[in-house]
């Protein structure tokens, strides 16, 4: 059983900035890639952000490149994404998620509860 446990949300005016947090504890596993989707009001969870413990590599959406990065340390099974620049489009609740699958696409099947972020104009 994999638990992942997220924090760092708030609310913060237009421009401004937060950094999330999630750590992931449990039994033993292996975990390939962890990451951030968020979840708008109305809206269907969207991938947000994710990295790769084979090298490091990070990868974004669109919608948030430029502005968040994600980073993070596979021993401590720990992720973290700085927001900068945030904008009213970026109030969602954010998840956390672990990809364990080691071939192709990350796919994502261990989720935390999520944290509100919200960005007021």
């Avoid at 750590?23 to 809206?43: C, D, E, L, N, V």
């Avoid at 998840?95 to 990350?106: D, E, I, L, Q, T």
């Amino acid at each position: 059983q994999v638990q992942l446990a997220e924090s760092g949300g708030g609310s913060v005016q237009a421009g401004g900035s937060l950094r999330l947090s999630c750590a992931a504890s449990g039994r033993t596993f292996i975990s390939y890639h962890m990451g951030w989707f968020r979840q708008a009001p109305g809206k269907e969870r969207e991938f947000v952000a994710g990295i790769s413990w084979r090298g490091g590599s990070t990868y974004y959406s669109d919608a948030v490149k430029g502005r968040f990065t994600i980073s993070g340390d596979n021993a401590k099974k720990t992720v973290d994404l700085q927001m900068n620049s945030l904008k009213p489009e970026d109030t969602a609740v954010y998840y956390c998620a672990v990809a364990r699958n080691s071939m192709g696409p990350p796919h994502y099947d261990c989720w935390g509860q999520g944290t509100q972020v919200t960005v007021s104009s």
